[in-house]
């Protein structure tokens, strides 16, 4: 997602119709520091007056995600999914399970194994995503 925040330019040439409501998600999505659920961007647009159904934030993030504009994910014991835009960066995360927050760490521990799994099972690995789960340093003493 390029960071000059010309959304109608990207929607387009993925072939998404550019609307009022998706380009203010994606700005959503652009602002926010943590991903976000559903709900947590259906409320922001909500607080913004904007005129909207909880099921178009559905159908639209998934549109998003589907032409991989948007990355879905879900954290291990939370059956809400979160939603973040992709910015083609490789990074993995730590995952906080109390608050949410995920942060990234530059090195990638998973070079080796991919090298490893080509030469024992001659395996080509096109892509891998690592999240570790833990509470951070603001939770671990609220568990």
């Known amino acids: ?4 925040n010309d959304y109608k330019e ?6 998404i119709k550019s609307t009022k409501h998706r380009k203010a998600i994606l700005e959503i999505l652009e602002m926010a520091e943590t991903p976000l ?11 913004k007056h904007a005129s909207i159904w909880l099921s178009t934030v559905y159908r639209t993030l998934e549109i998003l995600t589907s032409k991989d504009l948007v990355i879905k994910s879900t954290i291990m014991g939370d059956d809400k999914a979160r939603y973040e835009l992709n910015h083609n960066e490789h990074k993995h ?11 990234s760490f530059e ?5 080796e194994f991919e090298k490893a799994l080509k030469e024992r099972m001659d395996f080509d690995v096109t892509a891998h995503k690592l999240e570790i789960y833990g509470y951070c340093k603001d939770c671990k003493f609220t568990k």
Do not use: Q, S, Y
């Open 1 to 4: 997602m390029p960071d000059n």
């Open 10 to 15: 990207v929607l387009t040439r993925e072939g």
């Open 37 to 47: 659920t559903v709900e947590e961007i259906f409320l922001t647009l909500k607080e």
């Open 93 to 103: 995360h730590v995952v906080c399970v109390g608050c949410h927050k995920r942060i």
């Open 107 to 111: 090195d990638c521990p998973v070079n």
